[in-house]
């Protein structure tokens, strides 16, 4: 469940990881059932939810902090203990929640909790993948979008947020990077991405785009189901495909993959938080050929805690090989996971350090 308000690009597959009881996504995420407050491995057993009443969480803290606990028949956990911490974090989340409009000092927030502003910091960083500042600014940024999402009026949006100005919401982009509040409000309307599919090195690539710049790019084994990603991530735009749109664009991913393009300079038009931005033009620094762990890029960035965060930036990626994500690896020389697969990371590699 991501706190900046957009619809998760990978629910689809997660979900149908969720029905097909697939083990090797045992690992990648949990689920939470509202209905019976549990959350659950993608292989459990037990019978399959409704669709409205499952929510996605990364990781097993990050759904106990939510309120779920932990099903007894699946274990998601594995035997691993249940981090004390985990309590402090879930009352300072619930004390941000109901105050989010308001300032709030860190100090505050750890008096409530009953501990050192020093600790929670540090353990609400390393069970969510934020501060407690770019939690209580990503609840009220969905607060925000909520508003618009119902027709209130933009200045008393603004305020009931507690963004105090408009000129806040245009600093922290609540409603992503390219597209202004009142364009939120009327849904996106109007947008108009073009997408073609052609065959590729590592299967069937996916290139969409505005007339600003490319919005998504993606690899795959089935048209069908590229598509229907795509038009998950802008649910309020126009989409349509058009054979040969974007040739020169194409054409430049299509030699890149081939490795006869090292380096990728396309204009893009896609919507992300600030953190996303910060980690994407990071992963593109990074040349051809090599790798980074994903606490290194944590450093990086001057955010050496937010590894999970880091990854999440990662995993919803919009635009793969123009924001190289893939040459992100675990420390310890593993690939980590790749949203497109992680044999199609391993050839991706593999013909870099060629």
């Known amino acids: ?6 619809k998760p690009v990978s629910d689809n597959s997660r979900w149908r990881a969720v029905l097909a009881r697939d083990a090797q996504s045992d690992g990648r995420f949990v689920y939470g059932v509202r209905s019976t407050g549990v959350y659950c491995r993608p292989s459990c057993p037990s019978r399959r939810p409704k669709r409205q009443s499952v929510v996605f969480f990364t990781t097993a803290d990050s759904a106990e902090i939510a309120g779920f606990r932990e099903c007894r028949r699946c274990r998601p956990r594995g035997g691993a203990p249940r981090p004390p911490a985990i309590d402090h974090v879930r009352k300072a989340a619930d004390f941000i929640a109901s105050h989010a409009d308001q300032a709030l000092t860190l100090g505050a927030i750890a008096s409530h909790v009953g501990t050192s502003p020093f600790h929670l910091q540090r353990t609400f ?5 934020v501060s407690p500042r770019a939690y209580q600014d990503a609840l009220r940024a969905r607060r925000f979008r909520g508003d618009l999402r119902d027709g209130k009026p933009l200045s008393a949006a603004i305020y009931d947020a507690g963004y105090g100005s408009s000129s806040r919401v245009y600093e922290q982009h609540p409603t992503g990077r390219g597209m202004t509040p009142g364009h939120y409000r009327r849904g996106a309307t109007g947008t108009s991405i073009s997408f073609t599919i ?18 998504s790019v993606k690899l795959g084994d089935r048209e069908k189901e590229l598509e229907d990603d795509l038009r998950a991530e802008y649910p309020s735009a126009t989409i349509q495909r058009e054979r040969g749109a974007f040739a020169q664009w194409v054409r430049a991913l299509i030699a890149h993959l081939d490795g006869r393009t090292p380096n990728l300079e396309l204009p893009l038009d896609v919507k992300a938080t600030a953190f996303q931005w910060k980690v994407w033009r990071y992963l593109q620094s990074i040349p051809y050929g090599e790798t980074r762990a994903y606490a290194d890029v944590a450093k990086a960035i001057g955010a050496p805690r937010a590894v999970r965060a880091v990854a999440r930036a990662c995993a919803t990626n919009h635009v793969c090989l123009v924001i190289p994500c893939h040459r992100v690896v675990q420390k310890g020389g593993g690939l980590g996971g790749y949203r497109w697969g992680t044999e199609r990371k391993r050839k991706l590699l593999q013909k870099e350090k060629q």
């Open 125 to 129: 960083s390393q069970l969510l993948g």
């Open 198 to 215: 052609v065959d590729s090195a590592l299967g069937r690539l996916l290139v969409a785009g505005t007339d600003k710049g490319l919005c």
């Open 1 to 6: 469940m991501n706190l900046n308000g957009t």
